[in-house]
């Protein structure tokens, strides 16, 4: 069935950096487009970033865009979301979902950006 690992997350001071990465199984990767969300605690879960497939074209949520990077591995059907020049307000759990299967999520990542 389809499934994602997400990993990479952890406690980081403002400004510093962390790389999420997410294990996807289940489906044809390469075949779908990819999206990270961010879900802060106890608010609504947020687009942070896609890639679609062959291309790799990319777009951010406008409160990332600068310092966050998507990117993929079609050969290792792995996600990534490279995180620069973090904030506190970028404090969330980070999910990874493709497009296609979009009712289906991991357990995903804490990311805590505090001094």
């Known amino acids: 069935q389809v499934q994602f690992v997400e990993s990479g997350g952890g406690l980081v001071q403002p400004g510093g950096s962390l790389r999420l990465s997410c294990a996807a199984s289940g489906f044809t990767f390469s075949s779908s487009g990819m999206r990270w969300y961010r879900q802060p605690s106890g608010k609504e879960r947020e687009f942070v970033a896609g890639i679609t497939t062959l291309r790799g074209n990319t777009n951010y949520a406008d409160s990332v865009k600068g310092r966050f990077t998507i990117s993929r591995d079609n050969a290792k059907n792995t996600l990534y979301l490279q995180m620069n020049n973090l904030k506190l307000e970028d404090t969330a759990v980070y999910y990874c979902?493709?497009?296609?299967?979009?009712?289906?999520w991991g357990q995903g990542t804490q990311v805590t950006v505090s001094s």
């Open positions: 979902n493709a497009v296609r299967w979009a009712n289906y």
